[in-house]
T-cell receptor, first 112, second 117 residues
């Protein structure tokens, strides 16, 4: 069964600190792996999209990595800000389908 | 960038009534749109795939007669929750892609909070 699991479930950090969120998946083969940010009560917003052949992609203070051999991805947030408080969702798109497989998300809270 | 507009952002209705939610792609044509529901502290669950000009494809366990989907144009899909009950209360989100490639970003609406009393 195709699965996407994220850890930790929740995370609390202080403003200005860095953090790394993890994503393990069993989806194979896959077209791409995506990271989304979802604020409470809002729709997800795309942060990064990596194809199966890419190892890393950055978007400002967000850097995603992908290891297709170990089927792991991480999202690193640098110099966190209060506005980074949100849920971060790892999403994998299997090969030849539009249907995305969503991870359970990591709830990040950034405190001053 | 591409924008998906979802309306209304929240709605409260009485049990037994029907509610229609609209999803529009504002600056691109979307042959395919997706409808999800999300319960508190859970991830998005795909309900159905909406295809322009044809019937929607529903996921297992989703009642097609209860959740009516219409995709009449390349920029508009609607989800109607018929005879709503309190257990239908949830956060409904749509998404769309311009389908230029499988790696095209999927743009999400801002969701509709449905509360059935």
């Amino acid at each position: 069964k195709n699965q996407v699991e994220q850890s930790p479930q929740s995370l609390i950090i202080l403003e200005g600190k860095n953090c790394t969120l993890q994503c393990n998946y069993t989806v194979s083969p896959f077209s791409n792996l995506r990271w989304y940010k979802q604020d409470t009560g809002r729709g997800p917003v795309s942060l990064t999209i990596m194809t199966f052949s890419e190892n890393t992609k950055s978007n400002g203070r967000y850097t995603a990595t992908l290891d297709a051999d170990t089927k792991q991805s991480s999202l690193h947030i640098t110099a966190s800000q209060l506005s980074d408080s949100a849920s971060y969702i790892c999403v994998v798109q299997p090969h030849n389908t539009d249907k995305l497989i969503f991870g359970t998300g990591t709830r990040l809270q950034v405190f001053p | 960038g591409a924008v998906v507009s979802q309306h209304p952002s929240w709605v409260i209705c009485k049990s037994g009534t029907s509610v229609k939610i609209e999803c529009r792609s504002l600056d691109f044509q979307a042959t395919t749109m997706f409808w999800y529901r999300q319960f508190p502290k859970q991830s998005l669950m795909l309900m159905a795939t909406s295809n322009e000009g044809s019937k929607a494809t529903y996921e297992q366990g989703v009642e097609k007669d209860k959740f009516l989907i219409n995709h009449a144009s390349l920029t508009l899909s609607t989800l109607t929750v018929t005879s709503a009950h309190p257990e239908d209360s949830s956060f409904y989100i749509c998404s769309a892609s311009d389908r230029s490639s499988y790696n095209s970003p999927l743009h999400f609406g801002n969701g509709t909070r449905l509360t059935v009393t």
